[in-house]
């Protein structure tokens, strides 16, 4: 298996992207609205995040950088249909690298509570890290962090 992680640049991407967090974080939920121009997707400091493997878009992520040495995860998903192969895992390795690679030594992110878990597994602990972002979509989640210091 070849996984690719790129940071979202060209039509194609941007529709994969887009089409990936719709159809998992906001359709198979029960949500509508989806924006695909939202502004914080454009922002200097955000990456939008696209995993290929084998050359097929099967995950987004977007990694805002906050420029003091910390990141935030946000809207990690994997297309349904590979859901619990590893796939995430692979993801979250790879978005980790990619963090690491800026700088960044600390992660946040806010986790569904159905994925706790797993975030868990992966070494994150629960951590309150700015109550401010616990509205909109992100109303119930659970607040993460993890280091990326010594890790590799």
Not at 46 to 63: E, S, V, Y
Not at 126 to 152: H, K, P, Y
Request: aromatic share 10%; net charge negative; proline share 2%.
């Amino acid at each position: 298996m070849d996984y690719e992680l790129i940071e979202v640049a060209d039509e194609n991407e941007w529709r994969d992207y887009h089409a990936i967090r719709r159809e998992v974080l906001w359709e198979a939920r029960g949500r509508t609205g989806y924006n695909n121009k939202h502004g914080d997707e454009y922002l200097p400091a955000n990456h939008p995040l696209l995993l290929r493997l084998d050359g097929r878009a099967i995950g987004t992520t977007r990694l805002d950088d906050f420029g003091n040495g910390t990141g935030v995860v946000r809207l990690v998903a994997i297309v349904t249909d590979l859901q619990r192969r590893g796939h995430g895992r692979k993801l979250a390795e790879m978005v980790e690298a990619y963090a690491r690679s800026r700088g960044m030594t600390r992660l946040f992110v806010n986790v569904a509570p159905d994925a706790v878990g797993y975030y868990e597994k992966l070494g994150w602990q629960r951590f309150s890290w700015d109550e401010t972002e616990l509205s909109g979509i992100a109303a119930g989640t659970i607040q993460m962090t993890t280091s990326l210091v010594n890790q590799c």
